[in-house]
């Protein structure tokens, strides 16, 4: 004879069953959409030039497929550390554009202009981004100018650090700067690039 409790037990384990299945079918749906958000974002750069198409590859096999893409590129929201990634179809030699968060002064736009290396404020927007062929001098780019802004290293040094590690990380090695962001959170880029410059 079967008793209350018996058939409570065989009802949840029904349930659970059908939950674990449902949860199972819409896995299999996010996993399918995906793969063909995947497979139309490769295919919208078939017939980019090599350098874009190649750092649009990257960013698709990293981050996934687009939020957005139309005739400029491809455009991710707030992926890994970047506020926004944009991959320029047009832009052969620095296709990769990436932003973060970052306080800029208007004091401080001298200096990221003699700095260079892709490195562009936006300090309207509190954004600051960086533009090359890889995520990885990206990387390094934005993390010097903090290291000027936070009083790490002058601007003459951050040039030298710059050329120094750049050349290292063509040959293969990495480094901390060329590996992700070493600072945290919304920053302030504050006037002291001003005193820094060097004509």
Same mark, same amino acid.
């Given at each position: 004879?079967?008793?209350?409790?018996?058939?409570?037990?065989?009802?949840?384990?029904?349930?659970?069953?059908?939950? /674990?299945?449902?949860?199972?079918?819409?896995?299999?749906?996010?996993?399918?959409?995906?793969?063909? *958000?995947?497979?139309?974002?490769?295919?919208?750069? =078939?017939?980019?030039?090599?350098? #874009?198409?190649?750092?649009?590859?990257?960013?698709?096999?990293?981050?996934? #497929?687009? =939020?957005?893409?139309?005739?400029?590129?491809? +455009?991710? /929201?707030?992926?890994?550390?970047?506020? %926004?990634?944009?991959? @320029?179809?047009? =832009?052969?030699?620095? #296709?990769?554009?990436?932003? +973060? *968060?970052? *306080?800029?002064?208007?004091?401080?736009?001298?200096?990221?202009?003699?700095?260079? @290396?892709?490195?562009?404020?936006? #300090?309207?927007?509190?954004?600051?981004? $960086?533009?090359?062929? %890889?995520?990885?001098?990206? /990387?390094? $780019?934005?993390?010097? +100018?903090?290291?000027?802004?936070?009083?790490?290293?002058?601007?003459?040094?951050?040039?030298?650090?710059? =050329?120094?590690?750049?050349?290292?990380?063509?040959?293969?090695?990495?480094?901390?700067?060329?590996?992700?962001?070493? /600072?945290?959170?919304?920053?302030?880029?504050?006037?002291?690039?001003?005193?820094?410059?060097?004509?």
């Amino acid at each position: 004879m079967e008793t209350q409790g018996d058939s409570n037990f065989q009802i949840g384990w029904v349930m659970a069953l059908v939950l /674990f299945l449902l949860a199972g079918s819409l896995y299999s749906g996010y996993r399918y959409k995906l793969a063909n *958000d995947i497979r139309s974002a490769e295919e919208s750069i =078939d017939g980019w030039a090599q350098a #874009p198409r190649l750092a649009a590859g990257v960013m698709i096999e990293k981050y996934g #497929p687009p =939020d957005r893409s139309g005739p400029i590129g491809l +455009v991710w /929201f707030r992926r890994g550390p970047w506020k %926004r990634i944009v991959v @320029h179809q047009v =832009d052969l030699n620095a #296709p990769l554009e990436q932003v +973060v *968060d970052y *306080d800029v002064k208007a004091q401080s736009l001298d200096g990221l202009r003699v700095f260079g @290396h892709g490195v562009i404020a936006d #300090p309207d927007n509190a954004e600051l981004s $960086a533009q090359n062929d %890889r995520e990885s001098k990206n /990387f390094l $780019a934005l993390n010097l +100018v903090d290291e000027v802004a936070t009083g790490g290293i002058n601007l003459q040094q951050a040039q030298n650090v710059y =050329d120094r590690t750049a050349d290292l990380a063509d040959s293969g090695k990495s480094s901390a700067y060329t590996q992700g962001l070493v /600072f945290q959170g919304r920053q302030e880029l504050p006037s002291l690039w001003v005193k820094d410059l060097k004509y």
